[in-house]
């Protein structure tokens, strides 16, 4: 069955903090595997894909991303996180069929 | 930079009407999604679009029909609105350089809000 978690609705952190943002999957093969980022007002932009290779893979914007198999996960990862980052954050997994699936979202607030 | 436009940013129609949305992109892709998005949930796939005049149902079709007529063009129709429809909708286009659909990276319009009253 399909299905991509996003556990965390909402997390606020202070600017200059690290910040991880968790997404966990059911599949049965390596997915392909996808971070989104929506700032307000936006449509959907890329942050980063993990497709194969190096399970530690970089995006814009200073984000990461971690592949764990045995985990069935693909957290994001800023080291520092600026206030220009708060924006609502989407996984996606597939092909699922042949589509993708997002996760309901991580809305991030950050304070100053 | 690939654009995708969607014609409205915000809409506003009655119980009973037809509604179009409107999406276009201007990068040659084969491929085109209409997503519902509501807090909580997500986006939802309605259909999507691999070339011109084919169309396949994604998760929630129901109430929904699409049309694509020109490889630029791909149009939602709500044939007679509800206010279970009420929601953000998200346009994107994606090409078919990989052969899995799901493996290419989609590009998203900035969505059109819709109140249904």
Not at chain 1, 64 to 75: H, T
């Amino acid at each position: 069955a399909q299905s991509v978690t996003q556990p965390d609705i909402h997390i606020t952190v202070s600017e200059g903090a690290s910040l991880e943002l968790r997404c966990n999957y059911s599949y049965g093969a390596t997915p392909y595997l996808f971070w989104y980022v929506q700032s307000p007002g936006q449509g959907l932009q890329l942050l980063l894909k993990y497709f194969s290779g190096d399970t530690l893979v970089q995006g814009i914007k200073g984000f990461e991303a971690e592949f764990k198999r045995s985990q069935s996960s693909f957290n994001l990862r800023k080291p520092s996180v600026h206030w220009s980052d708060a924006a609502e954050y989407f996984c996606a997994v597939g092909p699922y069929g042949n589509k993708l699936v997002f996760g309901a979202g991580t809305i991030l607030r950050v304070k100053s | 930079d690939v654009k995708v436009t969607q014609s409205s940013r915000y809409l506003v129609k009655r119980t009973g009407e037809k509604v179009f949305l409107e999406c276009v992109q201007d990068m040659d892709h084969e491929n085109m999604f209409w997503y519902r998005q509501d807090p909580g949930l997500g986006l939802r796939l309605i259909y999507f679009s691999y070339d011109v005049k084919m169309k396949e149902k994604g998760d929630i079709p129901e109430g929904y029909s699409v049309s694509r007529e020109k490889k630029e063009r791909f149009s939602l129709i709500l044939e007679s609105a509800s206010t279970n429809q009420t929601s953000m909708y998200l346009c994107a286009s994606s090409s078919a350089s990989s052969g899995t659909l799901a493996k290419n990276i989609q590009y998203f319009g900035a969505g059109t809000r819709l109140s249904v009253l």
